[in-house]
């Protein structure tokens, strides 16, 4: 054997094959060893579509884009046999590119797994009981903007008739308004007031199921220690890091749900800039609002607070608001400790090692 046919099989596998998933037909494009197209195809994007195609041939790499399909057909095609990564698109292309359309992408995942698996900035999906739990989360995090728009438009209806409803929680305001809608916008508002009603009906049912979820992941009660973490925000953390070995090191953490600067250095310029917000959207909101919680009135003195607030002293343009972007940053960091350490929450930690 040749020199270069031992270098060809050494690095390269087989058979790569890249799929562009589309809702209804997927595109699949297969590359051997040496590069060379040795099969095009659309496949249904079904269970049974996938299992005709994928389900009896020899193991190959399958390379997939992360998206709505990905985290079942994923889980699919490793069933099989076959070594699936899911690549990232965002991190993966980086500006968008002038020509796309289905095969061109199916190809370009195909040869990029062929050549370098670190090209395709491969990210790791969720098991399913997670995914399934994590459903619950988002679905009550659905109707509490809906219940928020509902309550606003009928107070901006009554206020422009000249009235005032009075504050009051989203679950108490059906009562505390009844009696203060004016007659005229009655028809108008009384069928919104029966569905915040309904909504809120509707969530207090996801609370309780999160409060019988988070009993079942004993991460959670740990997590719970910091001020300002409720069994909402913990529970979602534990769901969406699920393995908290994942990270090598703790600080990995706030990069993994976008919370520190993005980097964009070139000699000897590095600006400043803002965070990448890469990562769940959801998981980073609660920890930001948790961090609201702590640099807010009703927070208690404790590390995280004192940190923000030496940020926020600083002043200068929206310092308050890099301040409580840094404490969420150092709150994801710090339950990622505390789910992997056995040792309790000592929220003066630092004044206690300042003053031994």
């Known amino acids: 054997m040749s020199h270069q046919s031992m270098h060809t099989r050494t690095l390269f596998p087989k058979v790569t094959i890249g799929v562009d998933l589309g809702d209804t037909l ?8 040496r590069g060379t197209c040795c099969g095009e195809a659309k496949v249904a994007t079904t269970p049974a579509g996938l299992e005709r195609y994928f389900g009896a041939r020899a193991r190959c790499r399958v390379v997939l884009e992360v998206g709505t399909h990905s985290p079942w057909v994923s889980r699919l095609l490793a069933s099989y046999g076959h070594e699936v990564i899911v690549a990232n698109p965002s991190a993966m292309y980086g500006t968008r590119r002038r020509r796309r359309n289905d095969r061109l992408d199916a190809e370009f995942l195909a040869r990029q797994g062929r050549a370098d698996v670190a090209l395709l900035y491969p990210i790791q999906h969720r098991g399913p009981q997670a995914q399934q739990h994590l459903a619950i989360v988002r679905a009550r995090d659905a109707l509490v903007p809906l219940r928020t728009a509902l309550i606003n438009h009928v107070r901006g209806a009554v206020k422009s008739f000249g009235g005032r409803l009075p504050t009051c929680s989203a679950e108490a305001f059906p009562k505390r308004v009844a009696t203060e809608i004016p007659a ?9 007031v029966e569905s915040i009603v309904e909504l809120s009906r509707r969530i207090a049912a996801y609370d309780r199921q999160v409060q019988q979820l988070a009993a079942t992941y004993p991460a959670v009660q740990r997590l719970q220690q910091p001020s300002g973490v409720g069994s909402l925000t913990a529970l979602t953390y534990v769901l969406l890091v699920e393995d908290p070995h994942r990270f090598a090191h703790s600080r990995a953490a706030g990069a993994y749900f976008g ?98």
């Open 26 to 33: 997927s595109c699949v494009y297969e590359v051997n060893a």
């Open 184 to 192: 005229a916008l009655h028809p108008a508002l009384a069928p919104l």
């Open 259 to 356: 919370l520190v600067p993005r980097l964009d250095e070139s000699s000897d310029a590095t600006p400043q800039l803002r965070i990448s917000k890469a990562g769940d959207e959801l998981g980073r909101r609660l920890l930001v609002n948790a961090a609201q919680y702590i640099l807010g009135p009703f927070g208690p003195d404790c590390d995280l607070r004192r940190f923000g607030e030496a940020i926020a002293a600083r002043g200068g343009k929206n310092a308050k608001k890099r301040a409580v972007v840094a404490v969420a940053r150092k709150l994801a960091v710090l339950l990622h400790r505390l789910w992997l350490s056995e040792t309790p929450y000592d929220p003066h930690y630092q004044q206690h090692r300042t003053a031994a």
